[in-house]
Nanobody, 123 residues
Framework: VQLQASGGGLVQAGGSLRLSCAASTRTFSSLVMAWFRQAPGKEREFVAATARGGTLYADSVKQRFTIFRDNANNTVDLQMNSLKAEDTAVYFC???????????????????WGQGTLVTVSS
């Protein structure tokens, strides 16, 4: 599975951005798809994920971010609204086999990663 993320950029606080991740695979609909982010000097952290059985968001992005999955086009988007300076990070899309489970928020359980796209929110 190859993942290609796009859509990052510079935005003012309170603004919006939409990230997109395209997957090259014939089994996209069966994959758990997720977004993680990593700020300078910090560990990679969970943002959102979608799989058969559910969708999950980190508490820090609930009500502001929405993950969209398009199985027909093998894409998963992350709509980010009301952006804050603390949302500044490199955002990664990730994929793995399996079902929705308690491990969905942990990066070590993902086999496939995109290259990352930088989101900078100016305050």
């Amino acid at each position: 599975v190859q993942l290609q993320a796009s859509g990052g950029g510079l935005v003012q606080a309170g603004g919006s951005l939409r990230l997109s991740c395209a997957a090259s695979t014939r089994t996209f609909s069966s994959l758990v798809m997720a977004w993680f982010r990593q700020a300078p000097g910090k560990e990679r952290e969970f943002v959102a994920a979608t799989a058969r059985g559910g969708t999950l968001y980190a508490d820090s992005v609930k009500q502001r971010f929405t993950i969209f999955r398009d199985n027909a086009n093998n894409t998963v988007d992350l709509q980010m609204n009301s952006l804050k300076a603390e949302d500044t990070a490199v955002y990664f899309c990730a994929a793995r086999q399996g079902a929705f489970s308690h491990t969905i928020r942990y990066p070590r359980y993902y086999n496939y990663w995109g290259q990352g796209t930088l989101v900078t929110v100016s305050s």
